[in-house]
């Protein structure tokens, strides 16, 4: 069987260093996330959290500025990486996901129908994250893009905005201050939430490819190394 196995080259350095650099600063993310969430329990002063905030912020401009690239590259990357590859849509697409819940085509060079499901979940997931969280970072330590509004509008009479020091508050006006936090509640709520759904769908993300890997070869986990999947049959997707 061996003998007619065949390599073919599937994900493009673009793809791979994403999702490698996407996988490190979610770590960072989840890790430091999840010590600003339960920062009473941990007994973090001010300053800790303030510490823990920018550290959070720090890596989610490198997970924010990587998924734009990421969305640029489905316009323009290789052929596997592309969304018309990618997304759930398309002609055929409602035929192959029916062939493959069957067993009937199980070899996929890109992602397989229940994969781009998933992935299509991620990505929507991923912007709605990176675009709440951005704005916290400014409604909370006053940090770009939007901090320096957040200042402008916040800050007391004879106080420089660009001064301003998270929970300092007798740097802010009381009123603006309560009318920003109002504004503010609906993106930390929405952050909140999609941290805990991303949570649970990357860990269904993991067991899922390690399913697909055993039931299904292909090699999924070392072409996120080396670009390449192998199989011993056409898959299903591949070009003539």
Request: net charge positive; glycine share 10%.
């Amino acid at each position: 069987m061996f003998n007619h196995m065949k390599s073919y080259q599937v994900w493009d350095r673009t793809t791979r260093l994403f999702h490698w650099v996407n996988f490190l600063s979610i770590l960072v993310l989840i890790a430091v996330g999840l010590v600003i969430y339960n920062g009473k329990a941990f007994g973090l002063s001010t300053e800790g959290k303030i510490f823990a905030k920018e550290v959070h912020v720090y890596a989610g401009y490198v997970f924010a500025a990587n998924l734009f690239w990421r969305l640029i590259w489905g316009f323009i990357g290789g052929t596997y990486a592309r969304f018309s590859k990618i997304l759930p849509f398309g002609r055929g697409y409602g035929a192959h996901l029916k062939a493959y819940r069957s067993g009937n085509k199980t070899a996929w060079l890109g992602h397989n129908p229940m994969g781009r499901l998933a992935v299509t979940a991620l990505l929507l997931l991923m912007t709605v994250q990176a675009v709440t969280g951005l704005v916290l970072a400014g409604t909370d330590i006053y940090f770009p893009p939007f901090g320096g509004m957040i200042a402008e509008w916040v800050a007391a009479d004879g106080v420089e905005p660009a001064s301003l020091v998270p929970y300092a508050k007798d740097m802010v006006d009381a009123a603006a201050y309560q009318d920003m936090r109002a504004f503010r509640s609906p993106f930390i709520d929405t952050h909140e939430i999609v941290f805990f759904a991303l949570l649970g769908l990357i860990v269904l993300h993991i067991a899922a490819v390690v399913w697909t890997e055993i039931r299904h070869g292909g090699g999924i986990v070392s072409a996120m190394f080396t670009g390449r999947k192998v199989f011993a049959e056409k898959p299903a997707d591949a070009e003539d």
